[in-house]
């Protein structure tokens, strides 16, 4: 089969969308991942969930001083708080303040204007179908994953 450069295509796709979701985390001064954490947050406590740095830890898969350290930023520009559990002074919880609940909603909508642009683009079959293809892409690279975990 002939190489259709598909992955290269893929990348360029993700670079130019990601351009504008930067654009948008630089006018906060905040960078990508910060933005994972504060949508975590956002999300979790919206479904009744308490978050403590912990949760951060394992949701993103950083050591606990990176998490501290990427927490403490947040805490600084104003997107978030930390309040110390009244059973244990070593549990941080941490909380969105209106700030940051701002900018998660910001983000929303990007992600809604980003995805009125694919969805513009395609007629309701090819979405199907294009869903489809990428689930497809997505569970042959987690097979392949475990299948270098195993060896």
Known sequence: MENKRLYGRICYLQR????ENNYMF???GI????MHVLIFVHKSVNEGKSVCQKDI??????????????VGTL???????RTVSEGDARTKFVTLTEKGTDVCIKNKL?????DALVQSALTDEEQEIFNSLLNKILA???????EVKND
Do not use: D
């Open 16 to 19: 130019q969308m990601s351009r």
């Open 75 to 81: 805490e600084k520009t104003g997107l978030i708080m």
């Open 140 to 146: 042959e690279i987690q097979k392949q994953e475990k």
């Open 26 to 28: 630089s006018e906060y």
């Open 31 to 34: 960078t990508p991942i910060q």
């Open 110 to 114: 990007l992600m809604e204007k980003c």
């Open 57 to 70: 830890e394992k949701y993103i898969n950083l050591r606990a001083s990176s998490v501290s350290s990427l």
